[in-house]
């Protein structure tokens, strides 16, 4: 059975939502750990459930690479099949990419290649578009430039402000980012250059 950990920065509700899925046994998949760059609420929720979490502060290393080297470690350690970035905010160096190569989904919150990085749902509001949503992808060396694996479309309405259409943003990584990691565990994706074949 794989071993699927998470990073995350932030409320980790994406981690919960996924982890519950894990436990529930309908991700046939066993939970590793969660890793936090800060003191994030996310921890709490990962204790909340019995999850072993830890806090790797990249401010107690001398570089990124000892910093990214401890967090190898630890998903080494518990023999981690499966990185998720359940509201990750740092960029992962080519050098860990590549230690766990096809083997880290993250979640964003728009319909890439649109908004990519930071603040996608402001940037949404503020070009205007109707429709915009969330995407997982594979991490690649870009950002949030891997194989789209799914996408949900959400729709912007006039009212609609960053603060109310993040909710139903949300809504909708709450499906589509268990999915994605179920479909990985049952080893239905296939990744052939830019395209995710799911079988």
Do not use: W
């Amino acid at each position: 059975m794989m071993i699927v950990s998470f990073l995350a920065s932030g409320q980790g509700s994406n981690f919960l939502a996924t982890a519950k899925k894990i436990q529930s046994g309908y991700i046939k998949a066993k939970i590793g750990i969660l890793v936090s760059d800060n003191d994030a609420p996310a921890l709490r929720k990962a204790e909340s459930i019995g999850v072993k979490s830890f806090r790797v502060n990249p401010k107690d290393y001398g570089s990124k690479a000892d910093f990214e080297d401890e967090m190898i470690a630890l998903f080494g350690h518990c023999k981690t099949d499966l990185i998720v970035a359940a509201g990750y905010m740092r960029i992962l160096s080519p050098r860990f990419v590549k230690a766990f190569e096809n083997r880290i989904i993250n979640i964003h919150p728009s319909l890439l290649p649109a908004f990519p990085g930071r603040d996608a749902v402001k940037q949404a509001i503020e070009y205007g578009v109707k429709i915009t949503g969330c995407t997982t992808h594979f991490i690649d060396e870009g950002t949030d430039t891997g194989p789209i694996i799914m996408q949900a479309a959400v729709t912007v309405l006039p009212n609609d402000t960053a603060s109310t259409l993040a909710k139903k943003i949300h809504a909708k990584e709450h499906k589509i980012l268990p999915e994605s990691i179920k479909l990985f565990c049952e080893g239905r994706l296939k990744i052939n250059g830019r395209d995710v074949i799911i079988s």
